[in-house]
């Protein structure tokens, strides 16, 4: 299993950014898939998942009306579209995996930072 996440830079609050999750090494479309990010010295958390098929998704309050997360099971990628950015969304950003058997599968991630 392989996760690359791309799309991470900095960028201005109130900008958008568009998070990628390249996968690879199973198969993509019968697992969900989520983000988490990580700020520095705080514990990482999740930030949106979806389903397999994309028809459910779920966000933190924090993101709710401002991030979309959206899966593409024939380009084997889960995004992350991050609109009106805030300097508290600074963090590392990772995808990872729903349970393939026993285990879980996480991305390197993509450092996000917000700041004018």
């Known amino acids: 299993v392989r996760l690359v996440e791309s799309g991470g830079g900095l960028v201005q609050p109130g900008r958008s950014l568009r998070l990628s999750c390249a996968a690879s090494g199973f198969t993509f479309s019968a697992y969900g898939m989520s983000w988490y990010r990580q700020a520095p010295e705080k514990e990482r958390e999740l930030v949106a998942s979806i389903s397999s098929t994309g028809g459910s998704t779920n966000y933190a309050d924090s993101v709710k009306g401002r991030f979309t997360i959206s899966k593409d099971n024939a380009k084997n990628t889960v995004y992350l579209q991050m609109n009106s950015l805030k300097p508290e969304d600074t963090a590392v950003y990772y995808c990872?995996?729903?349970?393939?058997?026993?285990?879980?599968?996480w991305g390197q991630g993509t450092q996000v930072t917000v700041s004018s």
């Open positions: 990872k995996t729903s349970y393939i058997g026993t285990n879980t599968y």
